[in-house]
């Protein structure tokens, strides 16, 4: 995967978390009781790009995350370096 998908119409903002074990936390704790799976995934991005904004703290030191605007998403996409590798993969256990 290169890109991340456009966002819904309920969800206008993006929000790439700056580490592993956040992402972990809401694949595993959240998005699988939500939607039955979560991943979590790594990639790199073009400083430049994100110079344009700022980490927004959710609770802590260690919850860090990026605000990007559903509008922005192409560019967010476009500022990605190489490929996007899902690194866990979580299920509900069925």
């Not at 903002?13 to 991943?39: C, S």
């Not at 980490?55 to 995350?65: M, Y």
Request: aromatic fraction near 14%; avoid cysteine; charge should be negative.
């Amino acid at each position: 995967m290169t890109a991340f998908p456009p966002r819904l119409p309920d969800q206008p903002i993006f929000y790439p978390v700056l580490t592993e074990d956040y992402a972990i936390r809401i694949a595993r704790d959240w998005n699988v009781g939500r939607d039955g799976a979560g991943y979590v995934t790594r990639f790199d991005i073009q400083a430049a790009f994100l110079s344009a904004y700022a980490p927004q703290e959710a609770g802590g030191q260690a919850l860090k995350k990026y605000w990007i605007p559903a509008e922005d998403l192409e560019k967010f996409n476009a500022a990605i370096v190489g490929e996007i590798v899902v690194t866990k993969s979580f299920e509900r256990n069925q």
